[in-house]
Each structure stands twice: as C-alpha cells, then as structure tokens.
C-alpha cells in the first residue's frame, strides 16, 4: 500500500472513531437555536470538538504510546487514576450511548423493540469486532467511513441548495462559550486520548518495522485529514440546522431533529438512509471505545490477551446495560463528568503537543492543579449545588461560561515557565 493510500485510510478510521452518536446529533440542534449566529457556534464547537482532539492525535504521534502516558509527567499514580477514570466514562457514557442512539433513529421507526434487544445484538457485534483486532483499520477505514460521508453530504447538499439562506433568532445567550460547552458532549478529547492509542497499536501491527518518524509523519498527516474532515462535516450541519428553523417545533428533540431533517431533503428514502448513517457512525466509535479500553488493560497486565478479552467482555456488558437508556437521560447523566474530567483532558493534550522546554514535569504538576482546583465549581454547580456555588464562580474570570478554569491554567503555565527559565539561567 503507498504512502498517500496509506495516510487516507488511517485519516478515513480516524474520522469513524471519532464520528459517533453525539457528533451525529448535537450540530444540527446547534444550528437549528443560533440563527444567524451559527458560524460562531460553529467556531466554538469545533474549538473543543475537532482542534483540540486532533490535538490529541498530534500528542499521541509525538508519544506513540498509551493513554497513560498523557499524565505520567504529573505522576504514575495520577497518570493510572486519570486513566481510570476516562476509561470508565468511556465505556459507561459515549459508548453505550451509541446504541440509544442507534436505537432511536435506526430502529424504532421500523420495529416495536425495546432498548434492551437493540443494546444485546448491538454489543454482540461491536464484539466480534473488537476480538477481530488486526482488522479494525482495514475494515473502517476502506468501508464504513466512506458510506458515512456520501450520506452526509447528500443531506447537506440537498439543504443548501433547496432552502433559501434565512435563519431564525437565536436562542443561546452567549453563542461562542455554548458551542464550546456542547463540543465537550462529544467526547472527542476524551475520544482523542483513546482511539488514538487504538490508531497506534493497529499501525505497529500492521508496520511492524517502521521507525518512530515514519509513523509520526503518517499519524499526523492523518489526523490533520480527518480534523478537516470532521470540521467541514459539522460545519454543514450546523448550517442544514439553521436552514431548517421554520421546519420545525422550537422544542424539537435532538434524535428528532435530524430524523425530520433527513425526511426533508432525502424523502422516502430518508429514513432506510439514515438508519445506515446512524447505524455505522455511532457502531465504529464504540469499537473504538471497547477496543481502546481492553488495549489499555491488556498493557497494564503485561500484555495479556486475557485481560483484553475480559475487558471487551465488561465494557460490551456495561454498554448493553447502559445503552437501555435514552438519550437524553444519558447526555444529562454525562454533564457532571465531562465538567471534571474534561478540562483536564485538555490541558494533557495541549501540554503533551508542546516542545519539551515548554512542558516540564514541574510545568505539567502546577498546571494540572490549578485546573482541577478551578474545575470544582463547576463541577458542583453540574451536580446541583448552583445557589451555594453562584458567588464563588461570579469572583472567577469566565467563571459564568463555565470555564473558570482556562485563565488561571494558561496564567500559571506562563509564570511556572518564566521561573523555571530565570533558575536555568541562573
């Protein structure tokens, strides 16, 4: 296989992992409630939802190892409970939340079945899978991705040139700071450090003589790919979105929206087309989830395929669990985690992208913690405590867009580095 070949079938898996249920349903909605504002939505949405996880693929070029490595400059033992942690959230949020998804749109407008029977078969397939390791690259890199794209930019193109270029009033108060917030719902950072471990090992399986370059070079050239991929893609939705709002009833669910949308410009094959969609987006991201987490096990318990394997087995469990849920109870039960685990998530990228001089051990430990101490209100204002947290958060910059925590860490990277640069000098 040549190297340009090469580059776009990585960049094609890379775009499927990172395509799933969220990256699905939230940009339509997006657009359909920003009105004429629906390019800064757009720019803050794929601010956290496309720059900063390809961030993460860069970081994870530069690293080419596991998730683990992410925090180790903080600590091993931070390094393992952040690990943890974001595998845990994997497998029992985004994850199982592919299949309410799959469930809603793909289907329950063609049978009467509960959640449960979708969420078994779902599973059990997303298995197989996940066992069949060495051929998860190929697989959707060569197929699934594409079929996603060409129905996606059916329903995109349909819109554009059949609705006049009108939008709506806009319902967010501040349009940028929420589409920042509703990017962290895709899980794309925490995705990032996670399916680009997934992206690393297929590559080693697959270029076993390869040197740290040449699979830095490729994973590079690939994330870039399919971070204009995904831009270009949410872009376009969120612009059908805001086409759309006289469509619609301005309380439309999110899973309804895009099943109206697809009905609008696709007709009577809408809802056979976008079952497909439904069903291969959100189906190659919880692979990517499942296999990622059972890499990270099978690593911890030195290289044991048992550990992977038992690991595949909990997280297809937890997800079939899980994914009898709808989606709207899933995405409000995600808020609370996402408030804490992903500003940190963040940080780790953005720090782990830097050159070495920039981000020392002392740089990553002082950083980290000013991002957890400036996380924690709004991580309690998400689990309820909003009247007892409101005078705190007004005393912190951009404590009221919920992102308190972004000047204090880049205010501390800065003087953590010019100390550290005068003691060197010194």
């Known amino acids: 296989m040549n190297k340009t070949k090469e580059t ?90 592919t299949a309410s998804v799959t469930h809603e749109i793909a289907i329950q407008p063609f049978f009467e079945t509960p959640y449960i029977v979708t969420s078994i078969l779902y599973f059990a397939l997303v298995f197989i899978f996940v066992i069949n390791r060495s051929k998860i690259l190929n697989v959707i890199g060569k197929v699934l991705t594409p079929a996603i794209i060409i129905i996606l930019l059916l329903i995109m193109g349909i819109a554009t040139f059949s609705y006049t270029f009108d939008f709506g009033d806009i319902v967010f108060n501040n349009p940028f700071t929420d589409g920042i917030l509703e990017g962290y719902q895709t899980f794309d950072a925490i995705g990032a450090v996670v399916v ?61 929206l895009l099943n109206g949308i697809s009905i609008k410009t696709l007709g009577n094959t809408a809802n056979l087309l976008l079952s497909i969609l439904v069903s291969l987006a959100c189906f190659t991201t919880a692979v990517g989830i499942v296999a990622g987490t059972a890499d990270f096990m099978k690593f911890k318990f030195g290289d044991s395929q048992k550990a992977y394997t038992l690991t595949a087995i909990i997280g297809c469990v937890l997800g079939v669990t899980m994914g009898q849920f709808d989606v709207h109870y899933i995405i409000a039960v995600a808020v609370p985690a996402l408030m804490f685990i992903y500003p940190i ?82």
Not at 78 to 85: D, G, H, N, R
Not at 216 to 234: E, H, M, N
């Open 196 to 256: 680009g471990g997934v992206i690393i090992i297929s590559i080693n399986l697959k270029k076993k003589n390869a040197s740290y370059e040449d699979k830095k070079r490729i994973i590079r050239r690939a994330g870039w790919l399919a971070g204009l991929g995904l831009f270009l893609i949410y872009a376009g939705l969120i612009f059908t979105g805001a086409l759309m709002h006289n469509e619609f009833e301005a309380n439309i669910s999110r899973t309804a």
């Open 8 to 97: 776009l079938v990585i960049a094609f898996a890379l775009f499927s992992l990172f395509f799933g249920a969220g990256n699905l349903i939230l940009p339509p909605q997006l657009g359909f409630k920003s009105g004429d504002f629906w390019w800064l939505v757009t720019l803050g949405f794929c601010l956290s939802a496309v720059l900063i996880p390809i961030m993460g693929i860069l970081a994870h070029a530069k690293l080419q190892g596991t998730i683990f490595d992410f925090g180790k400059k903080v600590s091993p033992t931070f390094s393992l409970v952040y690990s943890f942690i974001v595998y845990a959230i994997s497998i029992a949020l985004p994850s199982p939340r």
């Open 345 to 426: 998530t963040i940080v780790l990228i953005l720090l782990n992208v830097l050159p070495e001089k920039y981000s020392s051990s002392k740089i990553f430990k002082a950083v980290i913690v000013t991002t957890i101490l400036f996380s924690i209100p709004d991580f309690l204002e998400s689990i309820g405590f909003v009247e007892s947290i409101a005078s705190v958060k007004e005393l912190i910059p951009l404590g009221a867009f919920s992102m308190g925590w972004v000047l204090p860490a880049g205010l501390v990277f800065v003087l953590v580095n010019v100390l550290v640069n005068i003691k060197n000098e010194l």
